[in-house]
């Protein structure tokens, strides 16, 4: 599973919505998600891919999460 | 040690939602939507931190049927006293009629499980037969009222507990980080002619994403230590108390755990967060509607400013 297919399996899974609708593009706010549900992703990331993610502004699209998780990975 | 009972006093004005969009450019829906939270208790120029403090002391001491006079300590946690000094113990202690050694301690939002470790150890050394925990928080007072992220999360309370030597207090275990990046607030200056510090007299500040993942992450943690200390399984605990910070971080301790939500009491929709009052606030309220019974184990678990963490595991 790829880094963007794990994320996007996790969205689906907090927000109960389907994953075929996420696109990487996406921000979170399109996602319908607020605040703490993106810590609450974050934790959730951090849990299953085994990294370490501090929450900033920056982070507004699934792509920058992936690009920094990949970042992390390699 | 054991806890003979609980106490609790509020503020009497109730603060809505709706009337704080009056000068805050939020909405009820946005803040129960996001904390949970529908109203709090705030303190107003008549009411002082003292006398919330001796009213839930005083509760705590007629529920275990004794008199002031029957406590050798008093334990005060607070993170804004009444005065810088002397102590709000000191003040609760006048007010009570109590002639014991009396202090305050601030261990943030955590200061109610703090006090628990130094009464166990007090009580437990032999020094103190009984002793008084009172937890009261002024947290209007030190809020920025400007800022619509943090200043609706927080209500003002006291909660007590009177605690003697005893058993039924399985653990307690206290964690500190210290890190004041992600939550602070500033003490007020005083005019000493030879201080150049540019005034930083900034009320409380809240990362809120940051505090969210340090509160899920250590509760459930430190959730998971007490209990793989007494061997004992979720399931095996009656109630979860956890501080009351906000609506959505209980949810995710307790979907975590994988428990039922009537095992997560919460009084945040009325009192919002009341730092280290919450927990002795919402057990001295479960004490009078009869969901708290002798016998029950429980789970307490708060997190805070420091940053702190504390759990414990009691046989109440």
């Avoid at chain 2, 003292?50 to 529920?63: C, Q, T, V």
């Amino acid at each position: 599973m790829t880094t963007f297919e794990t994320i996007a399996k996790l969205i689906a899974e907090t927000k109960d919505m389907d994953v075929s609708g996420i696109k990487p593009e996406n921000t979170f706010a399109d996602l319908g998600l607020d605040s703490l549900d993106v810590a609450e992703l974050v934790m959730n990331m951090e849990d299953e891919l085994g990294v370490t993610i501090e929450i900033s502004p920056a982070l507004k699209t699934v792509q920058d999460v992936v690009t920094l998780v990949d970042e992390q990975k390699k | 040690m054991k806890i003979l009972s609980f106490g609790h006093a509020l503020p009497k004005r109730t603060v809505t939602n709706a009337e704080l969009t009056q000068f805050l450019d939020t909405s009820d829906e946005w803040i129960q939507a996001h904390t949970g939270i529908e109203s709090r208790h705030i303190m107003t120029g008549k009411e002082t931190l003292s006398g919330l403090g001796a009213k839930a002391a005083k509760m705590a001491l007629d529920r275990a049927g004794l008199k002031p006079e029957d406590i050798d300590y008093i334990l005060c946690s607070t993170t804004r006293g009444e005065m810088t000094f002397p102590a709000t113990a000191c003040l609760i202690q006048a007010r009570i009629g109590a002639t014991c050694p009396s202090l305050d301690i601030n261990a943030g939002c955590t200061g109610f499980l703090y006090a628990m470790d130094m009464a166990d150890a007090l009580l437990e050394s032999g020094r103190v037969n009984r002793l008084l925990i009172v937890c009261a928080e002024q947290v209007s007072r030190l809020t920025d009222w400007t800022d619509r992220s943090t200043c609706v999360l927080f209500g003002d309370a006291a909660g007590a507990a009177v605690c003697e030597r005893g058993d039924s207090l399985k653990t307690v275990r206290v964690s500190a980080e210290g890190d004041a990046k992600l939550l602070h607030a500033w003490a007020s200056g005083g005019n000493c002619p030879f201080d150049d510090r540019i005034p930083e007299e900034q009320p409380l500040y809240m990362n809120g994403q940051e505090i969210f993942k340090f509160a899920v992450t250590r509760s459930c943690r430190d959730i998971e230590s007490v209990m793989e200390i007494c061997d004992l399984t979720p399931d095996a605990v009656d109630y979860f108390v956890l501080h009351q910070a906000n609506r959505r971080i209980l949810d995710a301790a307790r979907t975590r755990l994988k428990q039922p939500v009537e095992k997560f009491p919460r009084n945040i929709a009325t009192h919002g967060n009341t730092s280290s009052a919450c927990i002795p606030v919402l057990l001295s309220e479960m004490a009078e509607d009869g969901r708290l019974q002798r016998g029950q184990t429980l789970v307490l678990s708060a997190f805070g400013a420091g940053l702190t963490t504390g759990a414990a595991l009691l046989q109440y």
